[in-house]
Every structure is written in C-alpha cells, then in structure tokens.
C-alpha cells in the first residue's frame, strides 16, 4: 500500500519561507516523477513543480520558478518543497503526488496523492 505523508505547512508572514516534507512509503519510486500541486480555495488544483525521482531533473510552474526548490533524498524515500519568498497568493493547500506518466505536469497523470498540508502566508 503506497501512502503519501506531507508536513511542514503552517503560517508565515510574506517574504518568509517553509520547506515542506513529502515521506513515501510502500513502493520505491525509481522511474517515477514526484510532483507538488496547490489548491486555493475556489480554484483548481494548480501544479507547483516536479522531481524525476532517478534523475533529479527539476520542472517548475512560472509562478514559482526562483522561489522554490523541489528535491528529493531517495535514502529516506521523502521528497522536499523548498519554499522562500512567499507570498499571500502561494496560500493554499499543498499535495504531494507520484506519477509513472512522462506528463509531470498535469494532475489527472499521477495516481498516488497525499492528504495535503495547509500553508497560510499573511500580508
């Protein structure tokens, strides 16, 4: 059974940061992408970024490029959202997913999600 853990949300003021934590259980992920997607409320799940679990290639929405990092321990089989300079508008809840599909970037591609963690930015 593959479960998903996320931690690390929580509340910081703009212009701080938070690093999120993504603790995969049940399968390895050799071959897979790892992705970060948020959902504001009254939106659509939006992608974040994402993380070839073998290759470490890193892929990242515009709104976020510069000011996050993805990354991945596959010792501890966790993967990381790396959040600096944040702002009211990345408020949201955040999930991490794991997906076998190339297609990284669109949420109906991956099969496995976590639960999500809340991450609240004041002004």
């Known amino acids: 059974q593959v479960q998903l853990v996320e931690s690390g949300g929580g509340l910081v003021q703009a212009g701080g940061s938070l690093r999120l934590s993504c603790a995969a259980s049940?399968?390895?992920?050799?071959?897979?992408?790892m992705g970060w997607f948020r959902q504001a409320p009254g939106k659509e799940r939006e992608f974040v970024a994402a993380?070839?679990?073998?290759?470490?290639?890193?892929y990242y929405a515009d709104s976020v490029k510069g000011r996050f990092t993805i990354s991945r321990d596959k010792a501890k089989n966790t993967g990381y959202l790396q959040m600096d300079s944040l702002t009211p508008e990345d408020t949201a809840v955040y999930y991490c997913?794991?997906?076998?599909?190339?297609?990284?970037?669109?949420?109906?591609?991956?099969?496995?999600w976590g639960q999500g963690t809340q991450v609240t930015v004041s002004s």
């Open positions: 997913a794991a997906t076998s599909s190339a297609r990284w970037g669109l949420s109906s591609s991956y099969i496995y």
């Open positions: 993380i070839g679990w073998s290759s470490g290639r890193t």
């Open positions: 049940g399968r390895t992920f050799s071959g897979y992408y």
